[in-house]
């Protein structure tokens, strides 16, 4: 075969990728050869799509990709159909694994040069894996004058519980590349409090590389023993020492007020005060519980 063939080099470029090989798939590309689709932010290429191609290999261990046409398109370029399938076992985007399977479809447009191929451009539907993994794909603007836009994680015990204290944190991740490695010990952490009786909720925000937490706890004491033990107090030695975040704060704070807990009637429609996680309507009697 003439390793300028673009039909050839179609099918060695996605045998490399169907047998899982970075440095395969590289070695089908040209010198200054490069790699785009929905999801990269542009081309990459070399170390760039190396580390591409290994996150969605931890991310689906058995992805494959069902080569279907290739049509020859002049004397450089194809266009090779394909459908991308596997089984999310691994870390998704900091997510952990679903074990769901996927299926997506999608088009490469290849052009080859003397040297080998020059440039790939896929082209997918970009929300079609989230969707299928459970995820929520949301459009929205970075931000909008002094409004800032991201996302939310919020988590509450089965019960309502009135908090002894709230800790506030705010900080701002190095650069772009250190904003999942900074969720994923939020995570973790979030995780580890959850086993602690004192623990009662968490609210965490991000938008672009700034990063927001209130956490809510029983009392200062218990705040005080969590923090200083498990992954919170390895993600505080990133903070000092690994250059994690360009800077950041904490402050607690104690209730001031404490307003009464109200639910509305699903009998009658009147708003009932509640003293505990259960009571009556006080309108009409009916049981009503507070919201969790």
Same mark, same amino acid.
């Given at each position: ?11 060695? /470029?996605?045998?490399?990728?169907? +047998? ?31 580390? /591409? ?6 991310? $689906?261990? !058995?992805? !494959? ?11 450089? %370029? ?13 870390? $998704? ?80 991740? +190095? ?26 909720? $968490? ?30 107090? *390895?993600?505080? *030695? ?11 704060? %904490?402050?607690? /704070?104690?209730?001031?007020? *404490? ?34």
């Amino acid at each position: 075969m003439n390793p300028t063939d673009p039909v050839a080099s179609c099918h060695r /470029y996605f045998d490399a990728w169907r +047998a899982r090989d970075a440095a395969a798939v590289l070695a089908t590309l040209a010198p200054g050869g490069r790699y785009e689709d929905p999801l990269t932010g542009g081309p990459i290429a070399g170390d760039a799509l190396r580390g /591409y191609m290994q996150g969605l290999w931890a991310a $689906f261990p !058995d992805l !494959d990709f069902e080569l279907g046409e290739v049509h020859r398109v002049g004397d450089a %370029t194809v266009h090779g159909s394909w459908t991308m399938t596997g089984h999310n076992s691994g870390s $998704f985007h900091g997510l952990p694994p679903t074990g769901r399977a996927v299926r997506a479809p999608g088009i490469d447009v290849i052009r080859v040069g003397a040297d080998g191929i020059e440039d790939v451009r896929g082209y997918f539907d970009s929300a079609a894996v989230p969707r299928q993994l459970g995820l929520d794909v949301i459009v929205q603007p970075r931000e909008i004058g002094p409004f800032a836009f991201g996302i939310s994680t919020v988590v509450r015990r089965p019960q309502p519980v009135t908090p002894g204290v709230l800790a506030f944190t705010e900080l701002i991740a +190095a650069g772009d590349e250190q904003v999942q490695p900074i969720r994923e010990l939020s995570r973790q952490t979030v995780i580890e409090n959850l086993g602690n009786p004192d623990f009662l909720g $968490f609210t965490g925000a991000i938008a672009g590389r700034r990063m927001t937490t209130v956490s809510a706890w029983a009392s200062h004491e218990a705040l005080r023993a969590a923090m200083r033990s498990g992954t919170h107090a *390895q993600a505080m *030695q990133r903070f000092w020492h690994d250059g994690i975040a360009e800077g950041g704060h %904490t402050a607690v /704070y104690t209730p001031l007020r *404490q307003g009464p807990a109200w639910r509305r009637c699903g009998a009658c429609g009147a708003m009932s005060r509640l003293d505990a996680a259960q009571g009556a309507c006080t309108a009409c009697g009916a049981p009503v519980a507070a919201l969790a």
